[in-house]
């Protein structure tokens, strides 16, 4: 699903993505690795994926 980044913490690589509806999600470290990210920035639009309720992997949204 689609999200966009609320924040980040560069030191504990975790943060929050808005879900389109608003809705804050917490994500992990985990979750930004699995992702292969090396940075994020608020406002950037995310691919995120999701199991049990809980932020799985955090990557780009490309178009």
Do not use: H, I, N, W
Not at 13 to 27: A, E, H, I, K, W
């Amino acid at each position: 699903m689609q999200a966009t980044a609320y924040t980040y913490d560069s030191e504990s690589r975790s943060g929050q993505v808005l879900l389109d509806d608003g809705t804050p999600v917490p994500f992990d470290a985990a979750a930004f690795d699995a992702g292969g990210l090396r940075l994020l920035r608020p406002g950037q639009r995310v691919r995120v994926e999701m199991t049990g309720g809980k932020v799985t992997l955090v990557t780009l949204q490309t178009f």
